[in-house]
């Protein structure tokens, strides 16, 4: 079969040679991006909204609390109770439950304990005494990390000369 003048012969290798380079190219970028992901870079991540369940117990409310309250008044107070024990009606338990995207989650328990129609006692997250909640494990954490500023910034105030300032912790002094 003669040769046409418009097609030229090519040489058979040709073609495949150039089609490898992009998938080389594609092989060593992604090497190269399951290398990066295993050195700690971080992936982003979708956005979560903060999931809030039961009844929001605030400290004002608790404060209110008084024993022989009847129960409707406590119902004003706190609302409606989330659990209801069918068996027990002596007892209301109110639970909240909150996670924000990036903190721990929080978590309260309180129960109103009834004698009769009359408010009896308060058990839970309360505070013995003084009808408070709790700070919340992140609110403590964050006390901590400004309690330990503080005597940080006494001992550095320590160790240049200068007095530290009023409120804030002595350094302990080591034992000799």
Known sequence: MPSSPLIEPVAPNFRCRRRARPVRLLFAAGAAALALTGCGLRMPTAYAPPLQQGNVIEQESLAKLKPGMTRSQVRFLLG???????????????VYFLRRQGQAPQQRRVTVIFDGDQLARVEGDVVAGSGTVP????ARAEAARSEAAKADAARAGAATGDKP?????QPALPDR
């Open 135 to 138: 700070p919340s494990p992140a």
């Open 165 to 169: 300032a009023a409120g804030a912790a």
């Open 80 to 94: 409606t109770p989330l659990v209801v024990d069918v068996f027990r009606t002596d007892r209301w338990d109110y």
